[in-house]
Structures are given as C-alpha cells and as structure tokens.
C-alpha cells in the first residue's frame, strides 16, 4: 500500500496486546496481497492482465469494494476514480519520476481512463473493461478499507480503544484511552507539516487527509502534485490539503480525494454525505485560504477561521 501502517490499543495485559497486534496486521498483509497493483499475484493485477478481454469473475470482498468504488465515482461525478492508473503512469507518478506527458501521451492515457468504461455484473460478479489498456489501482480507496477491516478485527478480539493509522491518509480512532472522551489527533499544516492547523478529539470515527506534498515535481515555477483530476487528465493545482472526518476509512478516504479534486466547489458533494466534516486548505497568494464544512475544531491555530453552513465556497481566511 506504500505506506506504513501503525497501531496504538490499550489492553488487559502484554499478551492480550500482543495478540490484537498479530490478528489486526495479518489482516493488513492479507489485503496487501489481495489488492496491491505492485504484486503481480494480486487479484486486482490479475483482473487488470484478463478484463480487456474477457469479463472476470472475482470474490465477493473484492467485488464489493470495487463496486463501492464505482459508487462513489458516481456520487462525486468522477472527481474520484479508480481507473487513472494510465494518467498516473503518463505523469511519471509510479516510478517517481514526475514530468510533463506530451499532448499524444497524454490523450491516449485519456482514453484509458474512465469509471464509466468499466463495465460490472452485479449478479455474475464480473468486472470487464470496455477498452484495452485500461487498469484499476485502489490506492485512493484501499489504505481506508484495510484500516475500517482492521477495526473490525480488533472489535472481535476484544479491543476496546485502538488508534489505527494507515501512514498520512487514514486514521480510525476505535472507542477511547482510559479516563479519556476520546483519541487526540492533529491535523498538519501543509506548508510545515511539524506545526497543526486543527486539534481534534473524537471516537468511532474515520479521518482522512490527502495532500499536494506527498509526491509532486516542480517544472516552469509550477508544482504538479499526483493526486489527478480524472476529468481533465491534468494534476490538481492550487489545493494544498483537505481532511475528512466520518464513520468509516474507506469512504473518508475516497472522498477526501475527491474533495481534493473538487477544491473550493466542494459544497455539493459533501451535502450528500450526513455527519461528515470537512477541512481544505487552498493555496492563496501569498498564503492559504481555509474553509470548512461543519467542523468540530472551532479554533484553528494562527489561523481566524470564518464558520459557515452550508455553503462550502464562501468561508476564507488568512
């Protein structure tokens, strides 16, 4: 998944904490191996090799999240999708190497991508692209399911307050420490990532954060970030972070994606999602501009930040 999964639990005592441990990361290496597009023996790398040609019928867990996936591609008009592996290759994204794709490149890696060219039977259980050269990469959406079936995990074993954390992208905060309402977490300041923005204290619930700092190359005085908007083909330009809070990871972690993508017109996606909280930080010369959606932290430090509902657009500061 690229990224370093840690986990924080309270327990009755050092073997029942070190058992939590043991069943929560064979549940993160078995996803690994079921849904990373780096392991050739990955069911996701064996439905990219056969669904150009054929449809593929999949497991049930891997259907579903596929599925899910597809859904909320839908819900937030392809601002979040699945298929933009070929972009990602065409910018040089996967190997590190980011550059400007040539305007032949980059159509063609276009005509690739599309949620839309996907093609499921929900009673058969197939996945079928409509075109050649196409892929998935659950990478917007995995690292928040690995994280939502680790909790589930620990709540059969037992755990009662678990912190678990899927590298920068996804936090669930699983009940509360002893003596405590709730699991503190920080949220970064994009330009220094060592100072916060935001305090939180919650429980029972999924936060995801995406930003423009974790892989990006600069060309010309711009700065070209990896997360893509799928409509255009083009990195998102000008959105520095956005932080999503809600009852599960996988869906915070979709949709703070697409919440990147959408930037400051992010209003009417998250009007249908209930009991979500929103935070995004745009880039505003000289600085930032912070807006957000029904957030929990009234203060946000070094920052005056204007409270607003509904509307997502209109709330600014400096």
Sequence with gaps: MGTVFAIHLYAESEPDALSFFEVAFEEVERLEETLSKFRQSSEICRINRLAASQPVTTDPEVFSLIDQSLRYSE???????????PLMRTWGFFRAEGHFPSSDDLIAARERTGFDKVVIDRAARTIQFAIPGMELDLGA????????????????????????VAGSSTVYALGAPPAEDGWTIHVPDPFDRTRK?????????????????ERFFDLNGRRYCHVMDPRTGMPVERVLQTTLIGSDGAMTDAISNALFVLGADGDALLSKFQDVSALSVLADDPGQRILKWNWPDAAIEGNELVDFEPSYGRAQAS
């Design 141 to 164: 959406i995995g690292k928040g399911y690995a994280v939502d079936r680790v909790v589930e995990i620990l709540r059969e074993a037992g755990a009662k307050a678990a912190l678990v």
């Design 75 to 85: 819900q937030t008009a392809g601002a979040f999708d699945i298929t933009v592996g």
């Design 197 to 213: 923005i935001s305090t939180l204290k919650f429980r029972d619930q999924a936060i995801s954060t995406s930003g423009s700092y």
